[in-house]
């Protein structure tokens, strides 16, 4: 197992575009968080997936912003009508339930033009 | 909000131990201590947890004060590549809880020859 996988590694993008990014994570964890990281901040909650279940939303993610995690394996982002602050590092995590610590993927970095 | 506070950066010779500090005055007594660090242009990588007992594993050493009130990461030869930002988080532990991490601004740790 080659850890929490990210695709794609960088994406630029015109304002009012859609963009999806996928996130494959380690196989046998359960758990899947999506998180959002800004220059020179740490990243930031934006949702929870427990196998298929969407169990948590911040209110960071807005209308235009949707996950999904069919059948429980992978997970997509989909972010619409995207805006300049749409900007950032898109982080995907995946856990085993006990939470002995996650494992993180590089990462999505989305710059909107 | 974070519910820790750390310095914004620190420096620490190559080949010696450098002692990461962390205040955590309001944590629960169900709540856990997590470090994790983000090198530059990666995702962040989990080092090591604890509840109250002292925690060493290959990466570091977790000294956590008889009130849990604050702690200190320790890497014992610290080289080139421990550079990053280190994070301490507090978050509760087990199944029955979304598991989410709540970052603060962390600590820059620069390790200079």
């Known amino acids: 197992d080659t850890g929490v996988s990210q695709d794609p590694r960088h994406k630029i993008t015109k304002r009012g575009q859609n963009v999806t990014f996928r996130c494959d994570p380690i196989?046998?964890?359960?758990?899947l968080y999506w998180y959002r990281q800004t220059l020179g901040q740490g990243p930031e909650f934006l949702t929870y997936?427990?196998?298929?279940?969407?169990?948590?939303k911040s209110r960071l993610l807005s209308d235009r912003f949707s996950a999904e995690r069919p059948k429980g394996s992978f997970s997509t982002l989909e972010i619409q009508r995207t805006e300049q602050g749409d900007s950032a590092m898109y982080l995907c995590?995946?856990?085993?339930?006990?939470?002995?610590?996650?494992?993180f993927g590089s990462g999505t970095r989305l710059t909107v033009v | 909000d974070a519910k820790t506070t750390q310095p914004p950066s620190m420096d620490c010779a190559e080949g010696r131990a450098a002692n990461l500090p962390c205040n955590h005055s309001?944590?629960?007594?169900?709540?856990?201590v997590y470090w994790y660090r983000q090198i530059h242009s990666q995702g962040p990588q989990y080092i090591i947890h604890?509840?109250?007992n002292n925690e060493t594993n290959e990466m570091a050493s977790l000294i956590i004060t008889e009130d849990r009130k604050s702690s200190t990461l320790i890497l014992p030869h610290a080289t080139l590549r421990d550079t990053a930002v280190y994070y301490c988080i507090v978050s509760v532990y087990g199944s029955s809880n979304t598991g989410k991490l709540i970052f603060g601004q962390g600590t820059t740790l620069q390790v200079k020859p």
């Open positions: 309001t944590i629960s007594g169900n709540e856990y």
């Open positions: 604890g509840l109250k």
């Open positions: 997936f427990q196998n298929e279940a969407q169990l948590e």
């Open positions: 196989s046998e964890h359960n758990r």
């Open positions: 995590a995946s856990s085993f339930p006990a939470g002995r610590g996650y494992t």
